[in-house]
């Protein structure tokens, strides 16, 4: 379908949005396609962020980018920013209709979006979250010049799991595997809810299919990922705890990691669970948000401090020096001075191996954005400066304390440095480890050193 055609994608955002472009290149290179560049290539497909404004902007950046270096390309808009400018338009389109106004179809037959203002969308084909499966049948389309009529649908009406998959990752020793997508928590900040629909779970038949097929390409790392995986299962009948201890029975398989996961997973019943397969690697990323009890409650985060606290000691509990990572957000509508500072001392009082700072941001839809107390953007910037500050302090007493310890490493690439080329890779607490050739017994690189694991001091 697609002989002689070279594509290329660019990914934007989070592992979810990794995981769906590694499948659509998969499903294009089953159609005949070949990979492209970013400036040489015939169909050029840009996968959307929209979890802040800064995403937003870089999304309509890069897709006005791939327009001036691939003039002659199909271009491709699709993921989180083009569903939430997907659904603004719907929404003035079925009020226009109420009141009898006319509007603009979503596409002409360019497929160019018709929309103007900051939202317009420079690309011939714009494809909605819940299209991805079908992206294969809508290029094609757009190149023989047929009109579509289903690229864009209200993501709520649309409650099926969208099972891509792939065989082989873009590293080829790390895969990311989309086991859950959609949220119901409606955070006040957040616009994921409304982008990406309600929760909603892969099949497990489907996940141990693709862990397996994985596993015999000779992946070594699963990381288990979802847009709110904590919310994987069915009451009562299948639990994330369930999967983790399915995928660990495959062979092929040495490392299972999990992606971000809501405080309220971190049970003793999970971690009884989980501690006892030595797959898992003790490594785990905290969806916290905040650090401070009032400001949790105005985010409609259903849990306290006191909890988090309690969380991070159990970890430590059943896991010798876990790597505790954590997404923050400050400036939150409102937060005082002392309501940050309280943030700060508790990020001081459980100790994280890496903390990813956010300045709030205004998300249009959001309860959040309708809220009193706006901050300056200064003000942001300087607590994020602040809180940033206090989280590298950590991570550099966190990394200090494996010094010239024995690593058990993945390697992943080989790299020069000034004093050398060197092996580079990860730890299963995920610290990036360079290791010299002659660490572990070779006198130049080796290539086939790469996707296995061995054990160094450095």
Do not use: W
Request: glycine share 6%.
């Amino acid at each position: 379908m697609f002989s002689g055609k070279k594509i290329y994608i660019l990914t934007l955002g989070c592992k979810v949005n990794q995981y769906e472009s590694d499948a659509m290149y998969e499903a294009f290179f089953a159609a005949g396609a070949e990979r492209g560049t970013e400036d040489a290539a015939d169909i050029c497909i840009i996968n959307t962020c929209s979890v802040t404004n800064i995403a937003d902007r870089k999304s309509r950046q890069m897709i006005s980018k791939l327009r001036k270096e691939n003039p002659d390309a199909l271009i491709v808009a699709t993921g989180c920013y083009v569903q939430a400018v997907a659904n603004r338009s719907m929404k003035n389109a079925r009020f226009s209709e109420k009141h009898g106004q006319n509007t603009p179809s979503v596409s002409d037959a360019h497929f160019r979006y018709t929309n103007s203002g900051s939202d317009r969308i420079d690309a011939d084909l714009i494809v909605g979250n819940n299209r991805k499966r079908d992206i294969v049948r809508l290029v094609a389309s757009a190149l023989s010049g047929q009109p579509i009529q289903d690229n864009l649908v209200d993501i709520a009406k649309d409650p099926e799991f969208e099972d891509l998959r792939i065989r082989m990752p873009e590293t080829h020793t790390r895969a990311y595997l989309k086991i859950q997508d959609g949220c119901n928590m409606f955070c006040a900040y957040c616009i994921i809810p409304y982008v990406r629909g309600r929760i909603r779970n892969k099949e497990l038949s489907s996940i141990l299919e693709e862990v397996q097929t994985l596993a015999d390409s000779g992946v070594k790392e699963i990381v288990l990922t979802g847009i709110n995986l904590s919310s994987f299962g069915d009451a009562g009948k299948l639990s994330l705890a369930d999967v983790v201890c399915r995928i660990h029975t495959i062979p092929g398989i040495e490392r299972i990691r999990l992606g971000s996961l809501e405080p309220r997973i971190v049970t003793e019943e999970f971690l009884r669970r989980i501690s006892t397969l030595p797959k898992v690697c003790p490594h785990f990323h905290l969806s916290l948000q905040s650090g401070c009890d009032t400001v949790l409650k105005r985010m409609n985060r259903h849990y306290t401090t006191s909890d988090i606290i309690a969380i991070t000691d159990r970890l430590r509990r059943y896991y010798d020096r876990p790597a505790l990572t954590a997404d923050l957000i400050v400036g939150f509508p409102g937060e005082t001075e002392e309501e940050f500072e309280t943030t700060c001392q508790t990020v001081e009082r459980i100790g994280l191996y890496e903390a990813h700072v956010f300045p709030f941001s205004r998300r249009k839809g959001t309860v959040a954005d309708r809220m009193d107390g706006q901050l300056t953007e200064a003000v942001k910037k300087d607590r994020v400066r602040r809180l940033m500050q206090l989280a590298d302090r950590q991570k550099e007493a966190f990394e200090a304390s494996f010094a010239k310890e024995p690593k058990n490493v993945l390697i992943e690439e080989i790299v020069d440095l000034p004093e050398g080329k060197c092996y580079r890779g990860h730890t299963e607490r995920y610290l990036l480890v360079d290791i010299p050739c002659a660490a572990i017994g070779d006198e130049k690189p080796d290539e086939t050193r790469i996707n296995t694991i061995v054990s160094c001091i450095s």
